[in-house]
């Protein structure tokens, strides 16, 4: 408000005489004066007395008729004193400022205590009651439940500090700080609105405390409750029953706690199967993934009315989670050992594949094993499980069990022949130890091995065992012999190794010049190597 008074010469006349005397007196009065000096003192004081109420006079005059401006407009005013014109100019400023602070009928003489009370009532009939009646502030009300319902479209969050502060203490309100809290305390009482600290719904025992601490309202959100609608409601009753063989309670917010509960339920049990899905070597990864990207804006939602939206909205994907889920669970509760088992059992089967493979009943047994561990969900088909592992390791068994036989007897035969020869060449013990330790421990290591290839491994490796062995023998003979340790006693021969089949350049014999000449060929090796006194392997 700007006020323009005109332009009287009186006025800064009288202004400076009145200062220049007030200032004069009280200089010089010190108490030191004589008597005539203090009643001229005294009479210029009476004097300036009566300057200032002229002053006050014209001052009143000059603002009756002054020119008022309120904000930013030019206001013609229709009293005609000072006091009255200040009032008018003054109501018209906060009426055209504060527009709304009129929507306050009735302000309470103690809103704190209002506030206690109303919270602490739960009789939602008796405050609709005194709302309807005009008793309270039935337009305010409408005010604050207008604007929560539009940042709650906007889905803007309203902080009771900011409510208070930046809105309702601001113009065009001008509202009293407790008054709207007596508000917000009937809407919570009216389950309009919920306060959120910490993102956790504040309860009613303790919104009190809250929003009558400064400090805490900054944490305070506050949050338009929607009601869902009684059909939603007994549609999502329905199915959570289907999903978790219960019947939650009838209240919204009841149902939204019971669902709530059971999901975050299925949350850590799918939690817990995760780790191992990761991997790779269990199943129900995608599964698991999928349910918990699920649930979790579900247990995100914090007000009834969009989580039981959102829980029927999702009822088939729920439903398909549920079937998974109990799969989920008895395998990883229940099948769990057997299909480690399994798993174990093909790894160890991988060792003999090509081999398993070409066996009639095997084979088809080792494929059916393959695509129960790589199907993505094989939860009906791990009881199959027992009966394959038990076909492949019987086959696997008798193979395993043949090779090893077969393996054996020739590492026998050739620890059977170094004997022989060693106690012809009346070896130590130090030689027999150098020509039968390799074959011992090959014949050890056949006994406990589970590959084939790896027996055959062996099987080769003691055919050049038993040649290093044969040659030390020899050389010990010979040694023996050059010492004249043995003059008299006959050597171990000379081994001649002879293999057929490197004495034919072709693939095939085909006629019966073919044949004679590679018997031919295979006679004179022979006899050539018992001309040079050698005995003959034929290999």
């Not at 700080?177 to 504040?202: P, Q, Y």
């Not at 057929?500 to 073919?514: H, N, V």
Request: hydrophobic share 40%; proline share 4%; glycine share 4%.
């Amino acid at each position: 408000m700007l006020i323009r008074l005109g332009n009287d010469e009186r006025l800064g006349r009288e202004l400076r005489a009145y200062l220049q005397t007030e200032k004069y007196v009280s200089r010089k009065n010190d108490g030191t004066l004589n008597e005539s000096t203090q009643r001229i003192l005294r009479d210029a004081a009476e004097d300036n007395r009566q300057r200032r109420n002229r002053l006050t006079i014209l001052l009143g005059e000059m603002l009756a008729a002054a020119d008022t401006f309120v904000a930013g407009q030019a206001l013609k005013l229709k009293a005609t004193t000072p006091l009255a014109a200040l009032t008018e100019a003054m109501e018209y400023l906060i009426h055209n400022t504060f527009s709304k602070m009129s929507f306050l009928k009735r302000l309470s003489a103690d809103p704190l205590k209002e506030v206690q009370a109303v919270l602490r009532s739960n009789d939602i009939a008796k405050e609709s009651l005194l709302f309807q009646t005009g008793e309270n502030n039935p337009e305010a009300l409408d005010d604050l439940r207008g604007y929560l319902q539009l940042c709650s479209l906007k889905s803007q969050p309203v902080v009771l500090h900011d409510l208070l502060e930046k809105r309702y203490a601001l113009r065009p309100y001008g509202w009293p700080e407790e008054e709207v809290l007596l508000l917000v305390a009937r809407l919570i009482v009216l389950s309009e609105i919920n306060l959120m600290m910490d993102a956790t719904l504040l309860p009613i025992d303790k919104v009190y405390d809250a929003i009558t601490t400064p400090a805490k309202r900054r944490k305070i959100v506050v949050r338009k409750k929607e009601t869902a609608d009684p059909k939603a409601i007994q549609n999502a009753r329905s199915l959570g029953r289907d999903l978790f063989a219960g019947m939650g309670p009838d209240g919204e917010d009841g149902l939204m706690t019971f669902l709530q509960t059971k999901l975050r339920d299925w949350q850590i049990a799918l939690q817990g199967y995760q780790p191992l899905a990761d991997t790779g070597s269990y199943p129900g990864k995608d599964d698991i993934s999928q349910g918990l990207t699920l649930i979790s804006p579900l247990l995100a939602d914090q007000d009834s009315r969009p989580f039981i939206e959102r829980f029927n909205t999702l009822k088939n994907a729920l439903r398909d989670l549920g079937d998974s889920y109990h799969d989920l669970k008895h395998f990883y509760d229940s099948q769990k050992p057997t299909w480690e088992k399994l798993r174990k059992a093909h790894s160890a089967f991988q060792l003999n594949r090509l081999e398993l493979e070409r066996d009639d009943r095997a084979g088809p047994a080792l494929r059916r094993m393959q695509d129960i561990l790589s199907a993505k969900s094989p939860y009906g088909l791990i009881k199959e499980a027992e009966a394959l592992i038990s076909t492949v390791d019987a086959v696997n068994t008798a193979l395993l069990s043949g090779r090893r036989t077969q393996a054996l007897t020739k590492i026998d035969t050739h620890i059977a022949t170094l004997n022989q020869d060693m106690a012809q060449a009346q070896g130590d013990a130090s030689l027999r130890a150098a020509c039968l330790q390799p074959l011992e421990t090959l014949k050890a290591q056949v006994q406990q091995e589970g590959s084939l290839a790896h027996i055959a491994q062996a099987e080769a490796e003691a055919v050049k065992a038993f040649d290093a062995a044969i040659e030390r023998i020899e050389r010990h003979g010979l040694t023996q012999k050059e010492h004249g340790i043995q003059e008299d006693q006959p050597i171990v021969k000379k081994q001649r190794v002879v293999r057929p089949a490197d004495l034919i350049q072709t693939a095939y014999l085909e006629s019966s010049a073919e044949v004679n000449d590679f018997l031919d060929v295979l006679r004179m090796a022979l006899e050539q190597a018992i001309a040079n006194n050698e005995r003959v392997q034929i290999r």
